[in-house]
């Protein structure tokens, strides 16, 4: 009997933390090597969930923390974000929790998470530098990359690029352009969303006598511009980043508001592993990485993409707005269900399922 109560409590353990105030948080002081020895210490390990359609899409991820900490093993697994978190609810609600941490577009399980009591309150040692708007006050989560969709063509089948999205309107668009379904991802539900708010039903319906072409996954557009066996020349909903290489190329609208937003990052409380947790983090934070070409950061320091202005001075997108829209779900629910209503259920394996 006792123990039956004892694994009843364990079970139960998710609490809302508010009114004990004292917020425990821990602040880095160490340098990043030490980081890395403590991290070893633990075992080596790191189990870290991202978001995202492919799943060798952060391969680049683990490649580069791999071979800047030897003996360290990143183990990242990728799914749409909205797969992640309801698995990641099932560990926590089962005591069973064995990722340390999340990498997600969803970005309102994290505000969900922390008054669950459920995340780590860590600054690391570049806090400060990202943006305010992309990191919680306790340090319970914040923006690791800024990630969006920009307009991207493929050169060898088209010499000049749509720039607005009423460019997609234009009758040599007919029959070859490739989009994500916005009922299978809020970030390009989001897309349509700020779209029509600016250019009408009109815009839709117009877009719809084009016959788009409606893929499941964010990189699959990206995979069928570059098919020998397409003819696809052009997509709004994903990315290659700012410099991609040829025959891609991008531009962003500068009427039209395009989607942006800080990836967000938490580290659970009784995370497995949380010296390579926080090790991961502070990597990511790094200017190393941040410094990336062809990407905006998330930090306030660091220069923009060459021939961009920095992020927050971009008047067409506003980064900090996806928040706002994610947490309405059920504004989100409704405009998923009219889409669908529209163009049907996402149709297609997802593109994950090599995964299974
Ligand atoms: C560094 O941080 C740890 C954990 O927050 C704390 O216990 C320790 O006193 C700090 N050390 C210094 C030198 O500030
Ligand atoms: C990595 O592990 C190998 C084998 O145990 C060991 O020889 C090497 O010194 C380690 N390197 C670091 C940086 O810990
Ligand atoms: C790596 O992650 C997968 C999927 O999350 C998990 O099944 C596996 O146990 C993890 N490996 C280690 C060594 O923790
Ligand atoms: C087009 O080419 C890809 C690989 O290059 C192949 O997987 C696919 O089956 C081809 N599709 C058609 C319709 O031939
Ligand atoms: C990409 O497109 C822009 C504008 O359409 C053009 O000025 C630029 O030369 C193109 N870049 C490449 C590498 O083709």
Do not use: C
Request: net charge negative; aromatic share 12%; no cysteine.
């Amino acid at each position: 009997m006792r123990l039956l109560l004892a694994t009843l409590f364990t079970a139960v353990l998710a609490y809302d933390p508010t009114l004990g105030f004292n917020r425990a948080l821990v602040v880095e002081n160490r340098t990043i090597d030490d980081i890395y020895k403590a991290a070893l210490a633990e075992g080596g390990v790191v189990n870290v969930w991202h978001g995202g359609d492919e799943s060798g899409q952060q391969a680049e991820l683990k490649q580069a923390f791999e071979a800047r900490f030897p003996n360290m093993t990143l183990n990242v697994t990728v799914d749409l974000s909205k797969y992640h978190d309801g698995n990641i609810d099932r560990q926590l609600a089962t005591d069973s929790l064995y990722i340390d941490s999340a990498i997600l577009q969803t970005l309102h399980d994290f505000t969900r998470w922390d008054l669950e009591g459920a995340l780590l309150g860590y600054q690391p040692l570049d806090f400060y530098k990202i943006h305010p708007a992309f990191r919680h006050i306790h340090a319970s989560w914040y923006g690791v990359r800024l990630f969006g969709w920009s307009n991207v063509w493929n050169s060898d089948r088209l010499a000049d690029g749509p720039k607005e999205f009423t460019d997609y309107l234009k009758p040599e668009f007919k029959d070859k352009l490739v989009l994500t379904y916005p009922n299978d991802d809020d970030a390009v539900l989001f897309a349509f969303d700020l779209i029509m708010q600016q250019y009408g039903y009109e815009w839709f319906e117009a877009l719809l006598a084009q016959n788009p072409h409606w893929v499941r996954g964010t990189a699959t557009p990206v995979t069928l511009l570059l098919q020998e066996n397409t003819s696809f020349v052009a997509s709004f909903t994903t990315s290659v980043g700012l410099a991609p290489s040829s025959p891609l190329n991008v531009s962003i609208p500068s009427e039209g508001n395009f989607v942006s937003w800080p990836q967000t990052a938490g580290i659970f409380r009784d995370a497995p592993h949380p010296e390579g947790a926080k090790l991961l983090h502070n990597f990511m934070l790094s200017d190393e990485f941040q410094g990336a070409p062809g990407s905006w950061s998330v930090r306030k320091d660091m220069p923009a993409p060459a021939g961009y202005d920095a992020i927050m001075d971009v008047q067409s997108t506003n980064p900090v707005e996806f928040s706002r829209f994610m947490g309405n779900r059920e504004r989100v629910e409704r405009l998923r269900f009219f889409f669908e209503s529209k163009i049907g259920s996402a149709q297609g394996l997802s593109p994950l399922i090599d995964n299974l």
